[in-house]
Every structure is written in C-alpha cells, then in structure tokens.
C-alpha cells in the first residue's frame, strides 16, 4: 500500500435486546442507523444494519472479531506501518464501553 491508510474501529459490544435506532443530523444530510449486533462466538459478533443516508439507504451486515488495541498495533508495528491509536471520533456517538481506534500509515 502506497500512501494508504488503514483504520480499525476497537471495542466491546454490549448485549443489545433489540435493534437500536443512532441519527446524526448534519447540514449536508441526516444519517440514520437502525443496528443491532449479537454474539456469534466468544470473540465474534455479528452486526446488522440498516442505513439511511439523506435520500439513499443501504444494508450493512458483516462479522466483527474482537481484539484489543495493543494487538492490533504490534501487528500493524511488526509489518512495518506507522500506527496511531486514539480514544474514538471526538463526540461521535458510540454504544462500546471502551472505544479505540487504531490507524496505521
């Protein structure tokens, strides 16, 4: 990769009875987020969205694992990317307990 950045959004997910509705009002357009996650295995959850971007809307589903910050870091460290972790977005809203962000150049 030349010039690229890769970013891992790192946390814990939290045990969701039912789907949870996030908006984010913005002056270009509104984005709304109907999610819910559940775990799949000890280490795996499984993250079903529904988006909804100004007047397109999109499906989001995928598989997360989860490994800790400093994981992520040695292994990005010991394949030779420059790697930054921070705490989250600034105030972007987030239902983890104990957000990170990892971002390796």
């Known amino acids: 990769m030349n010039n690229g950045m890769l970013v891992f959004d790192l946390g814990d997910f939290p045990t ?12 270009e357009r509104d984005c ?5 996650h559940r775990a799949i295995g000890d280490d795996c959850v499984r993250m079903d969205a529904l988006i909804f971007f100004g007047e397109e809307w999109f499906v989001d589903t995928h598989t997360l694992t989860t490994f800790d910050a400093g994981t992520v870091a040695d292994s990005l460290n010991e394949l030779g990317y420059a790697v930054e972790t921070h705490d989250w977005y600034g105030d972007a809203p987030t239902v983890m307990a104990d957000p990170a962000v990892v971002v390796a150049h």
């Not at 969701?16 to 002056?27: F, N, T």
């Not at 709304?32 to 819910?36: C, E, I, S, T």
Request: no cysteine; net charge positive.
């Open 16 to 27: 969701m009875p039912g789907p949870a509705l996030q908006v984010v009002p913005s002056a």
């Open 32 to 36: 709304a987020r109907l999610y819910q």
